[in-house]
């Protein structure tokens, strides 16, 4: 019901957009037409004045139709409201299994995942009920308020953008052998160690998510020996900023933690979400009806996205909606902690295009860490004729990780990242 809830209030804001987009739209071919009746001299005064009535005609118009359907909104939410139970019971975790794909269970989370991702932005400053938030999952059960009972070494796996946390089974059967095996339970079977996945609003911006992953790690990996932050994609940029955010308030969890493992991070930004803002900003100077809207649209893309440009972390600002960059838009590393950078290539060959292409989101010196940082333990290797998706399930790649985590020493030989 909460989602029913969410989704309609999703296509309240949904009309409320569109009319804005016919308005954007109406306003740019009057445009055009100003620019025409300018020329013609005599007759633009009263072509204007028509003009000006059409317009204020549309535009009551609009506003009209957004008043009556948040009406309608606040009255279906009132009567909603009135008819369900004082407490609704929340939904079992997803099935962390790789056959359950295209059951309604996985259609409803992978839509859930690719919505927040799209616009989680939006549904957070909105209150929706699809927003994610954050939320840490133990075995088949989301930690709520109550601080979990964990010790040893605890691993926190961080899904990409646009997912949830199924992601980390995707193709188990085929690439594990096993559709109930992900990189988690493989590394509590062979590092005897813990295993935590982060759930999140993938559309809100890296640095608000990794304060919320800080503040749960320290509210429940107290009683952890060692932690180890493991991302996938967006998930490494996370795991980078709640180690910033850990750090800037003191946690205790950071000092517990000795390994960060990213795979496929576009930690100096990814060509595709770049394009997203060229696209924007070339279209937005076309001053057509078709362009213009265009324009709006890929400008609602959301925070998360944009951060993918340049591979920001950033800090929150005291405005909790800000996020302030450094001078050089790298948050640092932490030190005392290592660092290994996987990456792939979709060919099998080391040429100079299979580099550039990467896995095909992300260019392989991308994945290989922010910056050159030789005082660091870093780690860097790179997975030829894998896919980017692929990183979080491969063989190859689970290997790796499962050895870095078993080297509990800080001797890891440094090999700064690529240019």
């Avoid at 209030?9 to 009057?30: C, K, P, W, Y």
């Avoid at 999952?137 to 961080?158: E, F, K, M, N």
């Amino acid at each position: 019901m909460k989602r029913w809830l969410g989704l309609k209030a999703l296509v309240h804001d949904a009309i409320e957009a569109t009319t804005d987009l016919i308005g954007e739209g109406n306003a740019s071919v009057h445009r055009s037409m100003k620019r025409v009746t300018d020329a013609i001299g005599p007759a633009a005064d009263p072509v204007d004045a028509v003009r000006w009535v059409v317009e204020q005609g549309t535009e009551g118009t609009l506003t009209s139709v957004n008043l009556v359907q948040r009406v309608v909104e606040g009255l279906t939410d009132a009567g909603l409201s009135a008819s369900l139970p004082g407490e609704v019971a929340e939904e079992p975790p997803i099935q962390q299994r790789s056959d359950i794909v295209g059951t309604p269970e996985w259609i409803a989370d992978a839509a859930l995942g690719a919505v927040n991702g799209a616009i989680g932005d939006h549904l957070s400053a909105r209150g929706n009920a699809l927003d994610l938030g954050l939320t840490l999952r133990l075995g088949d059960q989301y930690l709520d308020d109550t601080p979990a009972a964990l010790d040893g070494t605890v691993v926190v796996l961080v899904h990409g953008l646009g997912t949830t946390e199924w992601c980390w089974s995707l193709h188990a059967d085929a690439y594990l052998g096993d559709p109930e095996a992900t990189f988690g339970s493989l590394l509590a079977r062979d590092t005897a160690s813990t295993p935590l996945f982060a759930r999140y609003n993938t559309g809100r911006t890296v640095a608000r998510n990794g304060l919320a992953l800080a503040e749960a790690l320290e509210h429940h990996t107290s009683g952890a020996s060692r932690l180890v932050l493991v991302g996938h994609s967006m998930g490494g940029l996370i795991a980078r900023a709640a180690c910033h955010a850990a750090s800037r308030a003191g946690h205790g969890w950071l000092e517990r933690t000795d390994l960060v493992i990213s795979l496929g991070t576009p930690h100096r930004g990814a060509p595709l979400a770049r394009f997203g803002r060229t696209a924007t900003e070339g279209l937005g100077a076309v001053d057509l009806p078709a362009t213009r809207i265009l324009s709006r649209i890929l400008a609602g893309r959301s925070a998360g996205v944009r951060d993918l440009e340049h591979g920001d972390v950033g800090d929150i600002g005291p405005d909790p909606d800000s996020v302030a960059l450094p001078e050089d838009r790298v948050v640092p590393l932490q030190p005392g902690i290592r660092y290994a950078f996987l990456s792939a290539t979709v060919a099998d060959t080391a040429d100079t295009a299979s580099t550039w292409l990467g896995d095909l989101l992300v260019q392989k010196s991308s994945a290989s860490g922010p910056v050159r940082h030789t005082s660091f333990p870093i780690e860097t290797e790179n997975f030829p004729g894998v896919l980017h998706h692929q990183l979080q399930v491969h063989p190859a790649v689970y290997a790796v990780v499962r050895d870095l985590t078993l080297q509990k020493e800080s001797g890891v030989s440094s090999t700064p990242p690529g240019p």
